[in-house]
């Protein structure tokens, strides 16, 4: 992974001493509040229903363990001993005092993280696929390319107050995992005709209150031109992008409002003045020098003659975790172990000091010392050896690490909602728990097969849910809190913005709804047909029919 | 008032023109941008002057200008945003000073006034804004601290200083 050089570290340290200056002068009066605020923001300190949030930034999803063992002294020492691991693959903490997160930066910038850019109306966390590195369909690892990403963006002196925030997103696979299309700039890394490596660039892609699928504004750019076509993106939107309306500030507005072509043609015509500026421009030696901290690990070549790895499987418990929990490795005789984060009755994305410091630990034992967080808020140890499977398996478990879930109904995710977030207008924490006790038979979640249930406690939309395969919106009702919920969305190739069943629906009635979705589902499904293929074949009115009439029986 | 030229607490010693107001004889003005282009003429031939700017100015406009305006004044300002209750930083004009100085070569001064605090004061540095006019209660002898904020940058900007890809890989 990468590792700072003098230079990173000089800079995070001097990131440190500015904010700790910067706490100080807000606590003796000399920065007022919306100064302060304007600051704080762009290093992810928020001030909650309770007390300041905190989000750090986990750059792509990767961590090494001793980061995780740092994340967990935070949690024991500034928090109430856990942490929350969001979709945008970063941490937050929901519980540090104002007066200690200098401190908490200053043990951060030890194990060389930070919080920098994590909000704020700037360049926020670069993601890419959690099987970055080991993924089969992979024509070159995304992660080099999401560094040299990082370190453009942070601190850029043009553009740290855009009109609004902004997610870039990175996928080298044909099966993308990044949700590229629900970024602001999706970059699809390719290669062209002549087997040259280079980017398709995708614009305007988002969630929240106004859903948008990212649009395609160049085919092929050449490989070493990718911060000056950023550069030129973004000084089109920083000079263009609309400021008189919060909802109307991203970047898909103004792609909207200008028109694809339009947009295009003003990304094109500045980018065409700056593309052969020396200092934007990539060099060969650039890439080289990030590809080295991305190498293969040392893979034992014998890995795949291993024995007791099929005798392990005879055991079905351990036989149903490595099916739904583990994924093919491009290495034979390795697979990637995800580690369930939505334990049945939990919060999904939570973890705590314990089970962060085991982590680490085990990772060091059976992953080469390296944790990946995914955008579906949970954890992944991304290469284990077959033969150590067992043995991981049998240490997740008393950790409550080990559902067998991923990808089913009750690996859902969602936002921190009412319960922690001033924003929001309804919890989708309670609906969330609430869901994995109803749905906790495994044998016949595996049969209803992949339903991706996203919520959102408010049209901000953090928990992704206008691509859910059932999305969850909490809307405020004057003062109670009801749902909206949409159906047939996706995040994936195929992406979708999901489609509104109709009148929203209260509280006490939202997981009976989500189940009649389920049932429907059940009744028109052909073979073993995913959920949302069966949606799409069938369209909207007979869940709509359903909802809707389990609704008139109950009110 | 005090002002903030070249990382120095000087004096300031620009007078800003109404648009009735009579043209000095001498000194350092600054007038609006309709004014400009009223009496462009008048006003090269007497020099020293300057015009203040929108945000939302493409600048490339002024290009043939250029020459003859001795300071651009850029305007930054927390606006508030529709629905009630947002705020937020307006940062058009770090394009705008980048733009003049690396697109257009202006080597004259440009001056940011508006809600100007200490800590948006280096990127505007090195955005290639010379002159800062700080806000009331702005303490200029203090606001120098923020020109040492950071050694170091990852990206080159209108401060032409060599970015880390470059120094790590010289």
């Not at chain 1, 300041?52 to 961590?63: A, D, T």
């Not at chain 1, 030696?285 to 790895?309: G, R, T």
């Not at chain 2, 690396?102 to 004061?121: N, S």
Request: charged share 25%; proline share 4%; hydrophobic share 40%.
């Amino acid at each position: 992974m990468y590792r700072y050089d003098n230079y990173d570290k000089q800079l995070i340290n001097e990131r440190v001493a500015q904010f700790r200056d910067q706490t100080r002068r807000y606590l003796a009066g000399e920065l007022t509040p919306d100064e302060f605020r304007s600051l704080r923001l762009r290093n992810g300190l928020y001030v909650q229903r309770f007390a300041p949030m905190l989000r750090i930034s986990i750059p792509y999803g990767l961590l090494s363990s001793k980061q995780v063992r740092m994340l967990a002294h935070i949690a024991r020492k500034y928090d109430k001993g856990y942490g929350h691991f969001t979709t945008r693959q970063n941490i937050q903490y929901n519980w540090p005092k104002l007066e200690t997160v200098p401190d908490i930066l200053a043990d951060l910038a030890s194990v060389e993280m930070h919080a920098i850019q994590t909000s704020g109306n700037c360049v926020r966390n670069i993601t890419t696929d959690h099987l970055a590195g080991v993924a089969k369909d992979e024509l070159v690892d995304p992660r080099p390319y999401c560094e040299i990403t990082r370190q453009w963006a942070s601190f850029h002196p043009e553009f740290n107050f855009l009109p609004r925030k902004f997610k870039i997103a990175f996928s080298a696979t044909q099966h993308e995992r990044a949700a590229l299309l629900t970024h602001d700039v999706g970059v699809r890394i390719v290669k062209s005709a002549a087997g040259e490596t280079g980017y398709t660039m995708y614009v305007g892609g988002g969630l929240g209150r106004t859903p948008i699928i990212g649009q395609k504004i160049r085919d092929f750019l050449p490989e070493l031109d990718l911060l000056s076509y950023l550069e030129a993106i973004l000084r089109v939107y920083n000079r263009l992008g609309r400021r008189d309306n919060i909802h109307k500030a991203r970047i898909k507005i103004l792609v909207k409002e200008q028109g694809v072509p339009k947009f295009t043609e003003l990304v094109e015509a500045e980018w065409a003045l700056i593309k052969d500026d020396p200092n934007l421009k990539l060099r060969r030696e650039d890439l080289v020098h990030f590809q080295k901290f991305f190498q293969p690990h040392a893979y034992d070549k014998n890995a795949s003659a291993d024995k007791a790895h099929a005798q392990h499987l005879a055991d079905k418990s351990f036989a149903t975790w490595v099916q739904r929990n583990t994924w093919e490795h491009r290495v034979p005789g390795y697979r990637a172990a995800f580690v369930s984060l939505k334990p049945r009755g939990g919060v999904p994305g939570d973890c705590t000091a314990e089970q962060m410091d085991a982590l680490a630990d085990l990772a060091d034992k059976y992953s080469f010392g390296e944790i990946r967080t995914t955008h579906d808020q949970n954890l992944l140890l991304g290469d284990v050896k077959q033969a150590d499977l067992h043995a991981l398996w049998q240490a997740l478990k008393p950790l409550e690490l080990a559902t067998p879930n991923i990808g089913t109904l009750t690996d859902l995710i969602c936002c921190p909602g009412l319960d922690f977030c001033s924003l929001a207008n309804a919890g989708s924490i309670g609906i969330a728990q609430e869901l994995s006790e109803r749905y906790d038979n495994l044998d016949y979640l595996y049969d209803l097969g992949e339903i991706k249930i996203k919520m959102s406690g408010c049209m901000n939309g953090c928990g992704h849910h206008s691509v859910g395969h059932i999305g969850v919106l909490g809307v405020d009702k004057e003062g109670e809190e009801w749902y909206q919920i949409t159906l047939g969305g996706s995040a994936s190739n195929d992406a979708k913005i999901g489609d509104r069943i109709g009148p929203s629906i209260e509280r006490a009635k939202v997981v009976d709804a989500i189940a009649a979705l389920i049932e429907t589902f059940v009744e028109q499904r052909q073979e073993d047909e995913r959920f949302i293929d069966t949606y799409r074949r069938v369209g909207i009115e007979p869940y709509k029919a359903r909802v809707y009439a389990e609704e008139a029986v109950t009110a | 008032m005090k002002l903030i030229r070249d990382q120095k607490v000087v004096e300031d010693d620009t007078v800003k023109l109404d648009d009735t107001a009579a043209l000095p004889a001498s000194g350092r003005i600054i007038v609006s941008l309709a004014r400009w282009h009223a009496e462009k003429d008048a006003l090269k031939k007497r020099g020293q002057v300057g015009t203040q700017i929108p945000p939302t100015l493409e600048v490339g406009e002024l290009k043939d200008d250029l020459p003859c305006l001795a300071c651009i004044e850029l305007t930054f300002a927390f606006i508030k945003p529709k629905p009630e209750g947002g705020i937020t930083f307006d940062g058009r004009a770090y394009s705008q000073a980048r733009l003049l100085r690396e697109r257009y070569g202006y080597k004259g001064d440009i001056r940011a006034v508006g809600d100007i605090f200490r800590d948006t004061i280096f990127a505007m540095h090195r955005c290639g804004i010379n002159v800062i006019e700080p806000k009331a209660g702005l303490d200029a002898q203090d606001a120098l601290n923020a020109f040492k904020d950071f050694s170091l940058a990852y990206q080159t900007a209108a401060d032409r200083q060599p970015s880390i890809f470059r120094r790590r890989l010289a």
